[in-house]
């Protein structure tokens, strides 16, 4: 499938979309334009993706493309409580909100287009406009069984085609007989609503779908269109680590000690990196009476703080030999007792950074409403810079919407009768635990990351992307909890420390010559000036052949096996359009790219609108424009209208292929030689500690588990362990069962892992990076990136490097980039150009390797390196 996610989403949202939901959109295109998928292509989808990870995201984009492709202005977004649909408001309609998903103005083809709440969807629709109506599915229900006078009936969902979007859809699910009516009544709601027009359409989304459930999976066996667990989305990175701090603390030492550790994070963020951090503590309590003793507990800590009593309890449990202590906690000890001059400051800031003044009460008791107070917004805005609450303490309020981002620390109530460790209150926290993992993205070395920086690294800046879940150390309630993490599929480890393993390049290796005189080459990347734009054909845009847009044909056939859309011209033909220079103009006008300010950012060169049609440029006089039409339009001639559009058409594409085309930096076909002995260096790695998540071998995780392997007694192998996953583990194995028949073409054969971690705080790190450098590609990736393993072979006459990536089978099609450029570089051997005078070097990549070797790479390594199949090859 070569579907590509649609220009104008990625131009009208603020966040671009994720690997993960450019798949989820592609699956959808997919389903309701091809004919096999006729039960989704007029109904019902499900989306099942983990908590944190952009589903709202998701739905946004989800409205663009169904406004754009399919024609739809009517959205219903329907939730079970009022704290989700509040934020939903701030996600997707209210302009002025940080929340708010969307780019404004939104502009599409040139036209903006405006979004509406509304509470009924009017009669006729506005041109431009995309009406959203947002409410409780209680208050659905109540509508539509009630109908009353400025309410939505049965009769308005009849009328015109609406799209439903259904968040946390595990709640409208049949469940058992005993099933409460009222959850019926919901569920039969939207079906009602969904079978009322044949082209309404059901989106749902949740993160929790009890398939086990026989009724469930019955009704959504064939309605999951696409996936994203929540142990892919936490091993992918784009949430914060999970840690358990498990002690026999009362409540009052766990809340001194993450007070301590909240503090410790945002001076260390200061003082480290110059970042305005501000961690946000929560209280989970049982029942409300516990939170708020476990407030009024806190605030006379704070009230009666002092640097000797905080001196006096860190001593007590600072042991600088214990193994069992928690890591992160003998960090933070460590960092007061090395202040300890500073502490009187440090704790005259701790009072102010706790004060009463920023702590959030979360409860619905004698306090009042919170919603009424301002407390949802405090809530919801906890991350904006003008929000100062450090502290919320609440029982079950914040599950479901919860979006915060800064939130480091959970710390379970449990000095109390009601704190019971059962599976049901477990489930719950392990769900806490879930949502409170999104990763907080921050500025650092001027750029904002999505993604964790610090995997395994080895300073205190973990602690900028761990959240901390600290618990009571009972053994049946940690039993439980440990089975609901698991049940939950989160991976999550205790807080133990976690020393750094050194990785060492072996003495015998630094003997060879390899080593002494040898290289390794990546290719050159160099910054491409403005004057190489000096035509479109810089871009990759055809400015010499005649112009082809497709436009209003009858049929359209999508043929997803050869990997392509096929259109089916049988009952259409080309039809010349004369070309009107007002008309190009007007179409140049109502697209916003082609304004001169913004035109000027991708082409520097041009010096004017007019010029962008000349010869050098768009070349309009020189060609012939055919729109692909209708046969039975014949002869007759095209309205203005008509031919607007078909130039709206052409310059949307030429727009397309521009900014794909432009490039501040591009890869070459040189390849610079680095030498070995100062780039292949000893490092230093943390072994992966998660202790639950269960590992799925069909979800890649199993064979993507990353352990330490020990290569001591490997001659072939440069360093002396390494930390690989099971895929990789095998890659070497395979390698290894071959290097005897190597080794009588080549007297040294070695096999070097290129861990990120080699280099991580040098620039070093940036050189050994492979670029692009196919100028013919339309798949345009500007990163780099660094292949696993390089196979080094040499002999009196040869040097042979072999660039090796192993890669997890969900990987395939996301990263397929990253294969065409090795293959690129094989089919380019003659055209490469090395930085020195050197003869019988060669450069060449391999296929990326699989569990098992499905695809043959071993076998395509023996080609490569012998010229022939190795001996008795198998596979098994």
């Not at 810079?385 to 449990?414: C, H, M, Q």
């Not at 050869?562 to 009107?580: C, E, G, H, P, R």
């Not at 019988?840 to 699989?850: A, D, E, H, N, W």
């Amino acid at each position: 499938m070569n579907y590509q996610t649609p220009q104008y989403i990625y131009d009208n949202m603020k966040h671009r979309f994720r690997y993960y939901q450019d798949k989820a959109l592609h699956y959808f295109h997919y389903a309701i334009n091809n004919t096999e998928f006729k039960y989704m292509q007029s109904k019902h989808v499900l989306f099942n993706m983990a908590t944190g990870s952009g589903k709202t995201d998701l739905m946004a984009g989800l409205i663009l493309y169904l406004f754009r492709e399919e024609g739809y202005q009517r959205f219903l977004f329907t939730v079970n409580t009022n704290s989700v649909l509040q934020k939903t408001v701030d996600n997707l309609t209210d302009t002025n909100s940080i929340k708010n998903l969307f780019k404004h103005p939104i502009e599409i083809e040139g036209n903006r287009i405006r979004i509406e709440q509304v509470k009924q969807f009017p009669t006729v629709a506005k041109e431009n406009v995309i009406y959203i109506k947002l409410d409780t599915i209680q208050g659905i229900a109540s509508d539509l069984f009630t109908e009353k006078e400025n309410t939505m009936g049965l009769s308005e969902y009849k009328k015109n085609k609406t799209v439903i979007l259904a968040d946390e859809a595990h709640h409208y699910s049949a469940r058992t007989k005993s099933e409460k009516e009222v959850e019926r009544s919901w569920e039969r709601t939207i079906e009602m609503i969904l079978d009322a027009n044949d082209d309404n359409r059901l989106l749902e989304f949740t993160a929790t779908i009890d398939l086990e459930n026989k009724q469930v999976y019955e009704k959504y066996k064939d309605k999951i269109i696409y996936r994203y667990a929540l142990d892919k989305y936490i091993l992918d990175g784009y949430s914060k680590n999970i840690r358990r701090i498990q002690s026999s603390n009362k409540d009052i030492d766990n809340m001194m000690n993450v007070i301590l550790l909240s503090e410790f994070r945002r001076l260390y963020s200061k003082e480290m990196y110059n970042i305005e951090l501000k961690p946000v503590i929560l209280f989970k309590s049982p029942k409300i009476i516990d939170s708020n003793q476990a407030e009024t507990k806190f605030l006379e800590l704070i009230e009666n703080l002092t640097p000797d009593q905080i001196e006096s309890f860190i001593r007590l449990r600072f042991n600088e030999n214990s193994e069992e202590q928690s890591e992160t906690l003998y960090r933070t000890y460590r960092y007061y007792l090395t202040n300890i001059e500073k502490l009187s400051d440090i704790v005259r800031e701790m009072k102010r950074q706790f004060s009463k003044n920023r702590i959030i009460n979360a409860n619905d008791t004698d306090r009042g409403n919170m919603l009424e107070k301002g407390h949802y917004e405090a809530l919801n805005t906890l991350e904006n810079p003008s929000n100062l609450y450090r502290v919320v303490f609440a029982v079950a309020k914040l599950t479901e919407g919860w979006d915060v981002l800064n939130l480091y620390d959970i710390v379970r109530i449990s000095d109390t009768e009601n704190a019971k460790g059962n599976k049901v209150s477990t489930m719950a926290e392990a769900q806490l635990i879930g949502r409170g993992a999104r990763y907080n993205p921050f500025k650092l070395d001027d750029e904002i990351s999505y993604k964790r920086r610090f995997e395994e690294d080895g300073a205190d800046s973990l602690l900028l992307e761990t959240l901390h879940y600290h618990t009571i150390n009972e053994p049946q309630y940690l039993k439980n909890l440990v089975e609901s993490l698991n049940e939950m599929n989160l991976p999550t480890g205790e807080d133990k420390k976690n020393p750094l393993i050194e990785v060492k390049v072996k003495p015998s290796f630094k003997k060879t010559e390899i080593w002494k005189q040898g290289s390794i080459y990546y290719n050159e990347r160099v910054l491409v000036s403005d004057d190489h734009y000096d035509n479109l054909s810089k871009y990759g845009v055809d400015n010499r052949s005649d112009i082809i847009v497709n436009w209003q044909f009858n049929t359209r056939e999508y043929n997803y096996d050869s990997n392509m859309v096929q259109d089916d011209f049988s009952d259409t033909f080309q039809k010349a359009i004369q070309l009107d220079l007002r008309l190009v103009l007007k179409a140049m006008n109502r697209n916003s790219f082609y304004h001169f300010d913004h035109l000027r950012e991708y082409l520097p060169l041009l010096k004017s609108r007019e010029e962008f049609l000349s010869e050098s440029w768009l070349n309009l006089n020189n060609r012939t424009l055919y729109a692909v039409v209708p046969r039975s339009i014949g002869r007759q001639e095209l309205s203005p209208e008509s031919k607007l559009e078909i130039f709206e058409i052409y310059l949307r594409q030429v727009e397309q292929q521009i900014k794909q085309g432009y490039r501040k930096e591009i890869g070459t076909n040189k390849f610079i030689g680095y030498p070995i002995r100062e780039y292949v260096s000893d490092y230093k790695k943390r072994q992966p500690n998660y202790d639950t998540g269960r590992m799925n071998l069909f979800d890649t995780k199993a064979s993507q588990h990353v352990s330490r392997q020990d290569y001591i007694n490997e001659e072939f192998f440069v360093y002396d362990s390494a930390f690989i996953n099971q895929t990789e583990q095998q890659l070497v194995d395979r390698i290894k069962d071959r290097v005897a028949e190597l080794s009588e073409e080549y007297s040294e054969v070695y096999l070097v892992r290129m861990d990120e971690n080699m280099h991580r705080e040098s620039v070093k790190s940036d050189k050994l990076k492979l670029h692009q450098f196919d100028r013919e590609t339309t798949d345009i990736h500007f990163e780099a990136f660094q292949p696993d393993f390089i196979l080094l072979l040499a002999n009196t006459d040869h040097y042979l490097q072999i660039f090796i990536e192993p890669k997890g089978i969900n990987l395939l099609e996301r990263e397929q980039w990253k294969e065409d450029l090795l293959m690129y570089i094989n089919d380019q051997e003659a055209n490469l150009v090395f930085d020195e005078e050197i003869d019988g070097v060669r450069i060449k990549g391999l296929k990326f390797y699989t569990i098992n070797d499905g695809r043959g790479t071993i076998e395509q390594l023996g080609e490569i390196a012998l010229g022939e199949k190795f001996r008795g090859l198998s596979y098994l």
